[in-house]
């Protein structure tokens, strides 16, 4: 079963809008983290963003936020004032306590392209 | 501030061939993991090393074998190379500060090209 599902191969953006890239999850675990990366088109993986499943507030780390749902399983990832420089693919994370290794299984990505 | 460090960026392999992948932190993380990115697929783990002395089969291990050769290094093995290998494969690690910290990100590599003929 999928547990971290990507359902928008790529999405456009105009510059300086926002953006919602979505990204739900399926997990019985209660404990659980949520991550998101950013692989531009160089290929490195940069972590952007966490949010805890315990976590009352939804996380933000400068135009990044975190919509997080966690009774529909959603963990969405809003950027706010897109630039040029935010096209790149996105990646949803989950690491679930129970499994051992605090191994990460990743969404399929979604591609945002940024249009000036 | 070197982080992870994969060799090599780029390879190319005939079936059949074998070759190793390396792989060095320099962060003093326990935990480490080897992943490979197919397009559509997102990042599949295949092997990883939750600390010192320990490997465990992740969600794609075959064709693959493993060795935590330290706490810096993590090398992944080819065997006997088949082009359903060909694929972008990362290494990763990550801090296990607290048993039970569970909010620390994986810090990945550049990444290795491999190409299978």
């Known amino acids: 079963a999928q547990k971290i599902t990507q359902t928008q191969p790529g999405m456009f953006v105009q510059e300086k809008e926002a953006v919602t890239l979505d990204c739900t999850y399926d997990?019985?675990?209660?404990?659980?983290?949520l991550f998101w990366y950013k692989q531009p088109s160089s290929g490195e993986m940069i972590f952007l963003i966490y949010?805890?499943?315990?976590?009352?507030q939804n996380a933000t780390e400068g135009r990044y936020s975190l919509n997080f749902q966690k009774a529909r399983k959603s963990a969405n990832l809003v950027i706010s004032a897109s630039q040029l420089g935010d096209s790149a693919m996105y990646f949803c994370?989950?690491?679930?306590?129970?499994?051992?290794?605090?191994?990460?299984?990743f969404g399929q990505g979604t591609e945002l392209s940024v249009k000036p | 501030n070197a982080g992870v460090t994969q060799t090599p960026k780029f390879q190319v392999l005939k079936t059949g061939q074998s070759m190793t992948l390396q792989c060095a932190q320099d962060?003093?993380?326990?935990?480490m993991y080897w992943y490979r990115q197919d397009p559509g697929m997102g990042l599949r783990l295949i092997y990883y090393?939750?600390?010192?002395?320990?490997?465990d089969k992740g969600e794609v291990p075959n064709g693959y074998n493993v060795s935590r050769l330290n706490k810096r290094e993590f090398s992944l093995r080819l065997e006997s190379a088949a082009p359903s290998q060909t694929s972008v494969y990362f290494c990763?690690?990550?801090?296990?500060?607290?048993?039970?910290?569970?909010?620390?990100?994986?810090?990945f590599g550049n990444g290795t090209r491999l190409t299978v003929t």
């Open positions: 090393s939750a600390s010192e002395g320990t490997t």
């Open positions: 962060m003093n993380h326990n935990s």
């Open positions: 994370a989950m690491r679930e306590i129970y499994n051992q290794g605090g191994k990460l299984i």
């Open positions: 997990t019985s675990d209660p404990s659980y983290g």
């Open positions: 949010q805890g499943s315990y976590d009352q």
């Open positions: 990763a690690s990550r801090s296990r500060d607290r048993e039970l910290a569970y909010n620390s990100p994986l810090h």
